[in-house]
């Protein structure tokens, strides 16, 4: 089994940033993806962005050139920059680990990023 531990979030100000850390622990294979998506009222897990154990981004265009993903080992960050209101909504960390009979997703609990004036 695989916990995830996040922290970080909160509340900030249009234009402010907000710092996400999840850990990852438990039974993780070599490869693995993390990642952070958000969910806002009435609508789906968006992806946020992810990377990969090799150091490949990806990123959604609403938050590129102001959010950045980093990881190390089995713990992801996010920063994130210039925020804006449409920004908020309860952010989840994913993991994705590559194992010999399939693939194994597991996601933390959440924490809420809210960003008004």
């Known amino acids: 089994q695989v916990q995830l531990a996040e922290s970080g979030g909160g509340s900030a100000q249009p234009g402010g940033s907000l710092r996400l850390s999840c850990a990852a622990s438990?039974?993780?294979?070599?490869?693995?993806?993390m990642g952070w998506y958000r969910q806002s009222p009435g609508s789906e897990h968006d992806l946020v962005a992810s990377?990969?154990?090799?150091?490949t981004t990806e990123y959604a265009d609403s938050v590129k050139g102001r959010f950045t993903i980093s990881r190390d080992k089995n713990t992801v960050y996010l920063q994130m920059a210039s925020l804006k209101p449409e920004d908020t909504a309860v952010y989840l960390c994913?993991?994705?680990?590559?194992?010999?009979?399939?693939?194994?997703?597991?996601w933390g609990q959440g924490t809420q990023v809210t960003v008004s004036s």
């Open positions: 438990g039974r993780i294979f070599s490869r693995s993806a």
């Open positions: 994913n993991l994705e680990t590559y194992g010999p009979t399939g693939v194994y997703e597991y």
């Open positions: 990377i990969t154990i090799g150091g």
